[in-house]
């Protein structure tokens, strides 16, 4: 079992940053694959970005590319999620999530992850 934290959401103005970050703990000594999805309301949730376990390859949905940038610290069992120019669409519950075995081509999957965590909103106002 692996147990997944998120923080960092808030309330920000359109053009303004967030960082959240996804504390892993229990059976973290695999090596593992970590994403960052969003779920608006009413609507399905969706990929953001992901990273592999080795960090080489990363991933974005095309909507954040170039505002948003994954990374883990794998000594701190921990990935961020660095949101910039943000804007109103970008609102939603952000969940962090971890996937053993994950191919290339289903980074952008849902249910490619194993485990998830309880999600941290972000709100970003016009």
């Known amino acids: 079992q692996v147990q997944l934290v998120e923080s960092g959401g808030g309330l920000v103005q359109a053009g303004g940053s967030l960082r959240l970050s996804c504390a892993a703990s229990?059976?973290?000594?695999?090596?593992?694959?970590l994403g960052w999805f969003r779920q608006a309301p009413g609507k399905d949730r969706e990929f953001v970005a992901a990273?592999?376990?080795?960090?080489?390859?990363?991933r974005y949905a095309d909507s954040v590319k170039g505002r948003f940038t994954i990374s883990r610290d794998n000594a701190k069992n921990t990935v961020y999620l660095q949101m910039n120019s943000l804007k109103p669409d970008d609102t939603a519950v952000y969940y962090c999530?971890?996937?053993?075995?994950?191919?290339?081509?289903?980074?952008?999957?849902?249910?490619?992850?194993?485990?998830w965590g309880q999600g941290t909103q972000v709100a970003v106002s016009s």
């Open positions: 999530a971890a996937g053993y075995v994950v191919h290339y081509n289903n980074l952008a999957a849902v249910p490619s992850y194993d485990y």
């Open positions: 229990g059976r973290t000594g695999s090596t593992y694959t």
């Open positions: 990273i592999t376990w080795s960090g080489l390859i990363t």
